[in-house]
């Protein structure tokens, strides 16, 4: 799933990771109020979750009812949003294309699911990964309505991108990450993986970057102490659709570099901020 070719990107890193970033005094001297702030939020999140649990349940029962979930999804994304402190404010380069499309956007905290349901309006299937059903609450969600991928496993990440080539026949956008996972140096993000952009390739579908600027300051890894978590203005940027048509398999890296650029092109701007 990833190119064997040089990443020039990579070649000199333009973006600060989370580390480069952090005093070590102010690490220690909020750790209180951080963990008070994870507490409210997975409180939140969760209660809410079991609340939703039984319509959600309900609707996924057969494929005639996810796009009432996914709207479901979106309003309660949109609680979050609020009820979590972590607002989204948006800037939008272009109109998003008629549907379908994929969507790349960075990961770099798990507030990114919930945003990305926030900033796109069309009914899209998300492609996240496969531990996500062990988690009991959110096994509805991949068991059949959204992706669940296997990376561990290219015959398992081979079928994942086979539903989600089928979702985009059917009309339907498909979101991921093409980093894979959120990367310990974030915002500083990973090499892509090519998957999603052969899969807009072959589709001949447009491809719908968007940026995540702050979403790692606000919640970070909530298994680590002393990871990041404040309440905050979440900063989205939902960049113009880049088309595909008329591109050819040879033209895979082409577009993964393209929108790699596009996608870090906000984070570049929030580095030099700190110069």
């Given at each position: 799933m990833r190119s064997t070719q040089p990443h020039f990107h990579h070649s000199r890193p333009t973006v600060a990771s989370d580390a480069e970033r952090r005093n070590a005094v102010a690490k220690w001297l909020f750790a209180p109020l951080r963990i008070v702030f994870k507490l409210w939020f997975v409180s939140v999140f969760f209660f809410s979750m079991v609340l939703l649990y039984i319509p959600f349940k309900f609707m996924l029962r057969r494929p005639s009812g996810y796009p009432s979930a996914f709207r479901l999804m979106r309003r309660w994304g949109s609680f979050l949003n609020y009820a979590l402190l972590v607002p989204l404010k948006v800037e939008r380069h272009g109109e998003l294309p008629p549907p379908p499309y994929v969507i790349c956007v960075n990961h770099s905290s798990y507030l990114d699911i919930i945003h990305?349901?926030?900033?796109?309006?069309?009914?899209?299937?998300f492609m996240g990964k496969y531990e996500l059903l062990k988690?009991?609450?959110?096994?509805?969600?991949?068991?059949?309505?959204?992706?669940?991928?296997?990376?561990?496993?290219?015959?398992?990440?081979?079928?994942?991108?086979?539903?989600?080539?089928?979702?985009?026949?059917?009309?339907?956008?498909?979101?991921?990450?093409?980093?894979?996972?959120?990367?310990?140096?974030?915002?500083?993000?990973?090499?892509?993986?090519?998957?999603?952009?052969?899969?807009?390739?072959?589709?001949?579908?447009?491809?719908?970057?968007?940026?995540?600027?702050?979403?790692?300051?606000?919640?970070?890894?909530?298994?680590?102490?002393?990871?990041?978590?404040?309440?905050?203005?979440?900063?989205?940027?939902?960049?113009?659709?880049?088309?595909?048509?008329?591109?050819?398999?040879?033209?895979?890296?082409?577009?993964?570099?393209?929108?790699?650029?596009?996608?870090?092109?906000?984070?570049?701007?929030?580095?030099?901020?700190?110069?």
């Open positions: 990305t349901f926030n900033l796109v309006p069309d009914y899209f299937l988690w009991p609450l959110f096994r509805i969600f991949f068991k059949d309505m959204h992706i669940a991928v296997n990376r561990g496993s290219r015959t398992e990440a081979a079928r994942a991108l086979m539903k989600a080539a089928n979702a985009i026949d059917r009309g339907i956008s498909v979101s991921l990450f093409p980093e894979g996972t959120i990367p310990a140096t974030a915002p500083r993000m990973k090499l892509f993986k090519d998957g999603a952009f052969k899969l807009a390739i072959d589709k001949q579908v447009p491809v719908v970057p968007i940026t995540f600027v702050d979403n790692w300051r606000l919640f970070g890894d909530p298994e680590k102490l002393l990871s990041r978590g404040r309440p905050g203005i979440a900063r989205a940027v939902v960049h113009a659709a880049i088309p595909t048509t008329g591109m050819g398999s040879a033209e895979v890296d082409t577009l993964r570099r393209r929108v790699f650029d596009a996608i870090e092109a906000p984070l570049r701007a929030d580095t030099e901020k700190l110069k």
